[in-house]
């Protein structure tokens, strides 16, 4: 009985079994390491645009009166101009370029999205101002549309006089890893 057990049919289906395994277990992590490398380097680039964002979303625009000749509902009219809601004095927030553009940003899709671009982004962004008085938010909330990554920084600003908080998101519900 004993001899029958150890059988050449047996060691072969065990030998099938271990190389198996082992082929599987490289597999798994050989796409468990690509995944993570290709999340990384999506979670920089992201970050990255959340820097470039901080810095440009304060300038003053060009020009700096810029959203004197916007249409809010016409986005050709938006082509010529570079966004921004800084006043020039360090991190004050001008009122008026924040509701023009929080107007154009969360008028329609299209808006939305032209807004992305002229933001250099090519991710989704959700922008809020607030404080005890003011709460503006601009762009799309990602935990409504089930983002799957998302970078924040905050920021202090000062709007009429009073301190603020900015809060700057950038966000995907895209993978960045293996499709």
Same mark, same amino acid.
């Given at each position: 009985? /004993?001899?029958?057990?150890?059988?050449?049919?047996?060691?072969? =289906?065990?030998?099938?079994?271990?190389?198996?395994?082992?082929? %599987?277990?490289?597999?798994?992590? !050989?796409?468990?390491?690509?995944? !993570? &490398?290709?999340?990384? %380097?999506?979670?920089?680039?992201? @970050?990255? @645009?959340?820097?470039? %964002? @901080? +810095?440009?979303?304060?300038?003053?625009? #060009?020009?700096?009166?810029? #959203? #004197?000749?916007?249409?809010?509902?016409?986005? !050709?009219?938006?082509?010529?101009?570079? *966004?921004?809601?800084?006043?020039? /004095?360090?991190? +004050?927030?001008?009122?008026?370029? &924040? $509701?023009?553009?929080?107007?154009? =940003?969360?008028? +329609?899709?299209?808006?939305?999205?032209?807004?992305?671009?002229? %933001?250099? &982004?090519?991710?989704? #962004?959700? *922008?809020?101002?607030?404080?005890?008085?003011?709460?503006?938010?601009?762009?799309?909330?990602?935990?409504?549309? /089930? =983002?799957?990554?998302?970078?924040?920084?905050?920021?202090?600003?000062?709007?009429?006089?009073?301190?603020?908080? $900015? /809060? *700057?998101?950038?966000?995907?519900?895209?993978?960045?890893?293996? !499709?």
């Amino acid at each position: 009985m /004993k001899a029958q057990f150890w059988s050449f049919d047996i060691i072969f =289906a065990m030998a099938i079994f271990g190389v198996t395994l082992v082929i %599987l277990t490289y597999v798994w992590f !050989s796409i468990t390491q690509e995944y !993570s &490398l290709s999340l990384g %380097l999506g979670t920089e680039e992201m @970050q990255a @645009q959340l820097q470039v %964002l @901080q +810095n440009h979303i304060l300038s003053t625009g #060009y020009p700096s009166n810029w #959203y #004197y000749f916007v249409n809010i509902s016409d986005p !050709s009219t938006w082509q010529n101009v570079s *966004i921004g809601i800084g006043t020039g /004095k360090g991190n +004050n927030v001008s009122v008026a370029r &924040l $509701m023009a553009l929080a107007a154009f =940003a969360n008028y +329609n899709a299209t808006t939305y999205h032209v807004s992305a671009q002229m %933001l250099g &982004l090519s991710y989704d #962004y959700f *922008i809020t101002i607030s404080n005890d008085v003011i709460n503006v938010s601009l762009g799309r909330n990602p935990l409504s549309n /089930k =983002a799957i990554a998302i970078q924040v920084a905050s920021l202090p600003v000062v709007i009429n006089g009073m301190p603020a908080n $900015m /809060k *700057i998101e950038l966000w995907t519900n895209t993978s960045f890893g293996v !499709s």
